[in-house]
Each structure stands twice: as structure tokens, then as C-alpha cells.
């Protein structure tokens, strides 16, 4: 679909201090991003410098844009672009229809979502997808992936569900949310508590005794890699916890889905302090009443970013059984394998080709009806 598509779309990217405006045409940005600072406390003036900042990228393209796309903080009723009560936006109250809104003042349809879905639509159609079914090509493995995982480990917890390339909203719009799980460790609170950019700073502070409630993810990195000031053991366990903690919902929603997982967000650049835990965890055994184990995953969990496992997923691992009464052969398939990898594209690139692919789909579903 991406090598022939030459249609424009317009999008954002909504942060609680800037909006940054861009276009997409064939998965690639067109113009210089824009970036205008955020009104979160008056609706007027929010909702006027978004259509100021659209209408700006909008006057430096050639040809007209036919869409809208973009994802935008929620909680939102995604499928008709109305957005509820943002903690970060408090002129967002009562419920603003952003989606009607900006179809009123351009014309052409807009589509709003959460940066979690896109990030995993666009890494199922441009990023880690794809690439893996290439890696597969080859090697002349005749097994291809078609669906898909994507998390971020960030300010929360954020994942979406792609199936056959088709994004998974749900009924109701919550379709592939991980976030408000039950913690295993903690059972009144959400996972997110323990998958988040506060969650290494609260267990670091706890593991290392400290009464530095400051430091962010990054000098906790930093110490975990030994080039800070701070206790190196417990920065590495606080990254490992939530690797562990983060499988534990993994493993359910990984068993559901059947497809690859993709990492990425700002915490991802921690995943060589996050995976060991969280691979380990999905590769627990698990046992039956009488005492019988079996591997916790039905399929075989390899590391992506490991050289000898990967060399290993992409091994082909199926034969030809012969059909009985018949001089013809079927191929067996004998082992299920489910990929990890970190994002190679980046979540805001994954999330700029997720909106573009999403607004493609839809226009293309409206059209041909």
C-alpha cells in the first residue's frame, strides 16, 4: 500500500506543552514540523491554535490534503472525536468534539486516536512488521507474521492490537488497552503504576533507601550503567521489575493475539535492564494440579535483539508430511515462535506512519462501500 499511495494527510502531535503540526504523503513527512505552544486551560483559544497550526502546514503544500489524523490524549470516545476530561487539558471538560470541529474548518475527514494504537498500526505496516517478514523472506522461511503487539513504556503505559493489518479499536474504543490491568505486585492498583516513568522513580527511591525523589529515568540509567552518582543495584532491579511486571500482562495479552511484540517509547532505551526480566518471566514454566509442568507461552519466546536468537527464530523449523493415500506433501509447521524486539523506527515516527495508514484505511473502506 505505501509504495503507491501519493495521497496527504495533515497531522499533530498533541504534547501537554506544544502541538507540532506536520503532513504525510507515502509514510514520509513532507514539510518542516511546526510547533506551536499548547493553550491546555481555554477551550477557545486551544481549539483556534490547533486550526492556526493546520492551516499554516496547510498553506505549504502543492496539493490538497484529504485527511485529518492524529493521535490525542485520552480519555475520548475515539470514533467520533470527541474528547473527555484530560488531565493535562483542563479546558477539556464535559466532552469537546475536536474530530467535528476541525471537519467543519477544513472540509475533509479527520481521524483521532491514541498514540498507542498508532504506534502499533505503524509499526504492523511500515516498521517491525514488515521488516521481520523480510528477515524471513531471506532466509527462505516460508513463515510470515501477520499480527502484532505494540507497547510504550513511557509517562504510562500504552499498547495496541493489529490483526491481518487491521487496527483493533473495540466496540468501544478501548480495543488493545493494557494500561488499567491488575497489577500482579500490587493488586488495588493498575499495572501502569508499576509499568511507568513514575514507577522506576518510586522503586528506585525504595530499593536504594534514597530520599531523592527527583532523579529521572535517565540519571537512574545512568547509574544502572555506572556513570552516576547513586546505588547501581538498585537502579538496575527498578528497570527489572518493570520488565518483570510489565510480562505478567504481556503474557495474557501475547497469548490472545498470537503475533510479534514490538517496545518502544522513551523507556525503551532502558531494554537492556527491562527485557532480561521480562523474557525471563515469559519463559517461566507453569504447572497443572498434578505436579506436570509446561512452558507458561504456548510458543517459543526469542529475543530479537539478540544476535543468536534471532539467527535461531529465523531458522525455518517446518517439514513436509506426506498425505496419507496421496503422493502429495503438506507443510508442518512444528514450532510456534513469538518475537521481542525494541522499536528500529522510533515511537514518534511509528505513531507519524500509524495515523497516516489509519486515515488511508478509512478512506479507502468509505469509498469503496
Request: charged share 20%.
Amino acid at each position: 500500500m505505501h509504495n503507491a499511495n501519493k495521497q496527504i494527510v495533515l497531522t499533530l502531535d498533541a504534547g501537554g506543552t506544544n502541538f507540532v503540526f506536520s503532513a504525510i504523503q507515502n509514510f514520509q513527512e513532507i514539510t518542516q514540523p511546526l510547533s506551536l505552544a499548547a493553550i491546555p486551560d481555554d477551550i477557545e483559544a486551544c481549539l483556534n491554535r490547533i486550526e492556526e497550526g493546520f492551516h499554516i502546514i496547510k498553506s505549504q503544500l502543492s496539493d490538497l490534503p484529504v485527511a485529518i489524523s492524529f493521535a490525542f490524549p485520552g480519555p475520548a470516545d475515539y470514533k467520533n472525536g470527541v474528547i473527555g476530561d484530560l488531565p493535562n487539558f483542563p479546558a477539556f471538560r464535559g466532552g469537546i468534539a475536536l474530530g467535528a470541529f476541525l471537519e467543519n474548518k477544513f472540509g475533509i475527514p479527520v481521524f483521532i486516536n491514541n498514540d498507542g494504537n498508532l504506534f502499533a498500526y505503524g509499526e504492523a505496516l511500515y516498521g517491525t512488521l514488515p521488516m521481520i517478514n523480510k528477515w524471513l523472506q531471506d532466509v527462505q522461511n516460508p513463515k510470515q507474521y501477520q499480527n502484532l503487539l505494540g507497547i510504550t513504556l513511557g509517562t504510562g503505559f500504552g499498547s495496541g492490537v493489529v490483526i491481518n493489518k487491521t487496527l483493533l479499536t473495540g466496540d468501544n474504543g478501548s480495543g488493545g488497552d493494557l494500561w488499567c490491568w491488575r497489577n500482579p505486585k500490587y493488586p488495588d492498583w493498575i499495572i501502569e503504576e508499576s509499568v511507568s516513568i513514575r514507577a522506576i522513580k518510586r522503586v528506585y527511591k525504595e530499593l536504594s533507601g534514597s530520599s531523592e525523589s527527583g532523579l529521572s529515568p535517565k540519571e537512574i540509567f545512568e547509574i544502572a550503567e555506572g556513570n552516576g552518582e547513586g546505588d547501581r543495584n538498585a537502579a538496575i532491579r527498578s528497570f527489572e521489575e518493570l520488565g518483570i511486571l510489565a510480562a505478567e500482562i504481556i503474557a495474557g495479552a501475547l497469548t490472545l493475539i498470537d503475533g510479534l511484540l514490538v517496545i518502544g517509547g522513551g523507556l525503551s532505551g532502558a531494554a537492556k535492564y527491562i527485557l532480561p526480566g521480562m523474557l525471563k518471566t515469559l519463559r517461566q514454566n507453569i504447572k497443572v494440579a498434578n505436579g506436570v509442568t509446561f512452558p507458561r507461552m504456548q510458543n517459543e519466546i526469542f529475543d530479537l535483539t539478540n544476535a543468536k536468537d534471532r539467527k535461531m527464530f529465523l531458522k525455518p523449523v517446518n517439514k513436509q508430511v506426506r498425505i496419507t493415500q496421496s503422493d502429495n506433501y503438506a507443510n508442518y509447521d512444528i514450532a510456534g515462535r513469538t518475537g521481542i524486539i525494541t522499536s528500529l523506527i522510533g515511537a514518534n515516527r511509528a505513531v507519524m506512519c500509524g495515523a497516516y495508514a489509519y486515515a488511508i484505511q478509512q478512506l479507502d473502506k468509505r469509498y469503496s462501500v
